[in-house]
């Protein structure tokens, strides 16, 4: 008994036309992938229909624009107030904040709209950059008497030395306020 699913001899594999096949050497053994057996014989998929993608919408694209505009003007401006003295320093907050809504917002009506270009990552990682800023910033609340103390000290200080006394107290005294937000309340 023969196997029925042995490749034929080579001498009785020919194309249409009686040729042997272009793709593989005279000699070489066994059927080929694509061209004798299907690829799921192989352990290959055949390929999935793509389905036809829609075209995107002028209008969508140019209000992502528009949306991403604002969103980089929301973190340059929140990187700027970042720079002031420690009173203005809290409006930082305020604008990461907004810029994270604005920007996860463009991120979503982009994906519904169908805009599949560079733009949509790169501004989905635009706003985990904000997301962090703004945790940032949500610390330096908390931390808010310690680091005004900080920019209180070295503005007075004018030796090395008493900057670099400004520093010690300021680094005893982030441990010690961490310590303490970490600590449970005491009933």
């Known amino acids: 008994m023969t196997n029925p699913y042995a490749p034929p001899p080579d001498d009785h594999r020919r194309d249409a036309d009686g040729d042997a096949p272009t793709d593989a050497p005279t000699g070489a053994p ?110 330096q609340l908390a931390l808010w008497p310690v680091l005004q103390d900080r920019q209180d000290c070295l503005r007075e200080a004018l030796t090395t030395s008493a900057r670099e006394s400004c520093e010690d107290r300021y680094q005893r005294d982030i441990e010690d306020r961490l310590n303490g937000l970490m600590r449970p309340a005491d009933a």
């Open 30 to 139: 066994g059927p080929q992938p694509g061209r004798d057996l299907p690829a799921e014989r192989y352990g290959r998929r055949p390929a999935a229909p793509q389905s036809p993608r829609r075209p995107e919408d002028p209008a969508a694209f140019e209000a992502l624009r528009s949306r991403l505009g604002l969103f980089l003007l929301l973190l340059v401006a929140s990187l700027l107030v970042l720079t002031l003295p420690l009173p203005f320093q809290a409006a930082s907050i305020v604008f990461s904040a907004w810029a994270v809504v604005v920007g996860a917002r463009a991120v979503a009506a982009a994906w519904r709209a169908g805009i599949r270009r560079a733009a949509v990552p790169l501004a989905a990682a635009l706003v985990g950059i904000a997301m962090w800023m703004t945790l940032s910033a949500a610390l």
